[in-house]
């Protein structure tokens, strides 16, 4: 008998992919500190043995493998760029009628492929560039964009009512949340009590056992329909998804397609400061003047992870006593004193307070999400989230691409700099915002009005 829970396999992957984030990125600068400086890095219950005084010929080695570290990160994310777009493009939108599991099945065979690379790379100490490879081939197959993707697809099949829906997503973001603080807050545990051989073998079990329990005991929610929907072509299911995202917009005529527009702004750009600049934190901490360990570093994810849980919990408060709009300016600014926080940052009491204000980052994504359904019609409702999710995939590959690309050219003189940039950056969100509420937005009455234009098109066709 199978069951309809997508919410195991969600918690499972969240942990394997929370879990290889970190410790990825510490294999990658250990294999790159050991054959530059010729000498393994060292660590005590505190802090890493890096050094902190600038003469010393030490810490030159030290801003050299940041650089190393960050220009390496940038090709990984660009290998994987155009496969891991293309097939989640793919797979998402033939799900419709292959079914829900079919995209999941192929991402978690994707990430397992790495897994075990992972393990192979640092059992036998290969070249860590292969990665590279590993990285390239296994975006074949989806990512985790394309996985959560189908699971939230999966969850909305099964919820017939709003509020059904609203609240089921919500415990879902709430076990997101959860999971991944917990993960984080034990990365560092993983590294030292297991080293990273066998911390990648935890991860590709924890792959492996979601593979089965999606393959045989969780039940579709979405049936596979005829040959005849099956057969169609890859140019074909491109040329429908664009059509569709084009009626989108040529749908909401007037002030409707500008806030439209502004909305979709708002939130790409808020992500993409958001995807580009978190990868960069943990190189920031392994730096001097913090110079943290990996259990250090696994306590800063576990707090940046529980923005998950307050940012949750905000959007319930707060929408008792303002409008959604104003949840978002609060995230968005919220945000921005974090990152000039962040800038400037030398202790590690100042790291951790620093968490403080990203308590609400999530907010604004939740809740712009919600105002632009508000401003679409019913039915398109699915092609809306089709193309955040396409932006939000192309958006973060070009985001940590960018700033692994700045935080390599000016981490010798300043390595703040890229949290100063990124608070400054934020600055267009904020401007958009301001914009859609100035001279669009009245919250209430766009449901009605998109519903008013829809159907004096209709009557015009």
């Known amino acids: 008998m199978k069951i309809l829970f997508v919410e195991p396999a969600l918690c499972i992957s969240a942990f394997a992919m929370t879990l290889v984030g970190p410790l990825t990125t510490q294999y990658v600068y250990k294999r790159i500190w050991d054959k530059t400086v010729n000498s393994s890095i060292t660590t005590d219950s505190n802090i890493s043995k890096c050094e902190m005084h600038e003469n010393s010929p030490v810490f030159a080695f030290q801003e050299e493998v940041q650089k190393k570290v960050s220009l390496f990160n940038l090709q990984m994310d660009i290998s994987g760029l155009i496969p891991g777009l293309v097939s989640s493009f793919i797979f998402l939108s033939y799900s419709d009628h292959k079914g829900r599991k079919f995209p999941m099945i192929l991402s978690c065979m994707g990430a397992l492929a790495t897994s075990v690379w992972l393990c ?64 984080g807050l034990s990365s560092g545990y993983f590294i030292r009590e297991l080293d990273y051989t066998w911390s990648f073998l935890v991860i590709t079990l924890a792959h492996t056992v979601n593979l089965i329990y999606i393959l045989f005991f969780l039940d579709d929610s979405m049936k596979e329909t005829s040959s005849q929907n099956v057969s169609v072509s890859c140019s074909e299911a491109f040329k429908n998804l664009f059509n ?81 709009i104003y949840m978002a300016f609060i995230g968005i600014f919220t945000t921005m004193v974090g990152m000039a926080m962040t800038a400037f940052a030398t202790t590690t009491l100042m790291m951790f307070l620093v968490r403080l204000p990203f308590l609400f980052t999530v907010v604004p994504l939740s809740v712009l999400r919600s105002m632009m359904s508000a401003v679409v019609g019913s039915t398109e409702q699915g092609t809306l989230f089709a193309c955040i999710a396409f932006s939000e995939t192309l958006s973060g590959v070009i985001a940590v691409s960018t700033f692994n690309g700045i935080y390599s050219a000016t981490v010798a003189w300043y390595p703040g700099f890229i949290f100063l940039l990124s608070a400054v950056l934020l600055l267009l969100p904020a401007t958009s915002l301001c914009v859609a509420k100035c001279t669009s937005w009245n919250e209430g009455s766009y449901m009605r009005h998109t519903e008013v234009e829809s159907n004096e098109d209709s009557s015009d066709r």
């Open 244 to 324: 569709r995202t084009y009626m989108l917009f040529k749908n909401s005529a007037g002030r409707g397609r500008s806030l439209l527009f502004l909305l979709l702004f708002t939130m790409i750009s808020y992500f993409f400061v958001i995807i580009g600049a978190a990868p960069i934190f943990i190189l920031y901490e392994l730096d001097s003047p913090l110079c943290w360990n990996e259990v250090f570093i696994g306590y800063g994810s576990a707090l940046g992870s529980i923005s998950f849980l307050t940012s949750f919990l905000g959007i319930w408060l707060f929408s008792y006593c303002m409008k959604d």
């Open 120 to 183: 192979l790379l640092s059992y036998f100490a290969f070249p860590f560039q292969l990665l590279i490879a590993s990285t390239f081939i296994a975006s074949f197959c989806g990512n985790s964009t394309t996985f959560l993707g189908a699971c939230f697809a999966y969850i909305v099949d099964q919820c017939k009512e709003e509020k059904q829906r609203t609240f089921r997503i919500a415990i879902t973001d709430f076990l997101l949340g959860l999971v991944t603080g917990l993960t």
